[in-house]
Every structure is written in structure tokens, then in C-alpha cells.
């Protein structure tokens, strides 16, 4: 099983990045791709959900209308659009996967994780 994410980089306050999360390596008709990211210091924080199925999204309230995840299943890559980006979005960004869904997405729960891709948005 492969995760990749990509898509990071430097952008100023205000600014959009759009992640991309390319899933390998096991044939599954359903699963959930969760978004999460950890800053220098702090504890890694869980963003976003969604089931490859039927699409259903949880965000987590503090990028809830800033952050959209959807998904392009024809190619198995998860994006992540960060838009009205603020300085305290600087942070690792890591994409991993849940076989159960989302109900069960959460930081110790997933059942890979791909390498992070590195966000830091300036002031």
C-alpha cells in the first residue's frame, strides 16, 4: 500500500494550494482518505475525510469552509483545496487511509500513512 501526497509549498497569507494524494498498491472498491497535518511542536491534527464510495466529506471546524477534499476515482487520487490560507496552516501534510470508512478516521486509527508534503504560508 502506497500513499503519496504532494502539492506543498510556500504561499502567502491569503493564498491557495490545492494537495493531491495518490493511492496504491490494494484493490478495495471502498475505502476513506483522511487529511491530516502537524506543525513544529504540536500534536498531529486530523482535517478532513472522505469515502471513495459516495464521496461523503467530514472536515474538521478548524478548516470547515476553507478546506474542500474531493476525490478523481479514475486515477485513486484524494486532492485537498486549501484556500484563504493563514500563517498557522504552516505545517507538515500527510494523507493516509482508513479501510472502514470515515466513521472510524482519526489519528491513531488509520491504516496507512503516506509522507508528508510540506505547506508554509507566509504573513
Known amino acids: 500500500v502506497q500513499l503519496q501526497a504532494s502539492g506543498g509549498g510556500l504561499v502567502q497569507a491569503g493564498g491557495s494550494l490545492r494537495l493531491s494524494c495518490v493511492v496504491s498498491?490494494?484493490?478495495?472498491?471502498?475505502?476513506?482518505i483522511g487529511w491530516f497535518r502537524q506543525a513544529p511542536g504540536k500534536e498531529r491534527e486530523g482535517l478532513s475525510c472522505i469515502r471513495r464510495s459516495d464521496g461523503s466529506t467530514y472536515y474538521a471546524d478548524s478548516v470547515e469552509g476553507r478546506f474542500t477534499t474531493s476525490r478523481d476515482n479514475a486515477k485513486n487520487t484524494v486532492y485537498l483545496q486549501m484556500d484563504s490560507l493563514k500563517p498557522e496552516d504552516t505545517a507538515t501534510y500527510y494523507c493516509a487511509v482508513h479501510f472502514s470508512g470515515c466513521t472510524f478516521y482519526g489519528t491513531d486509527n488509520m491504516d496507512y500513512w503516506g509522507k508528508g508534503t510540506q505547506v508554509t504560508v507566509s504573513s
Open positions: 498498491g490494494f484493490a478495495l472498491d471502498d475505502y476513506a
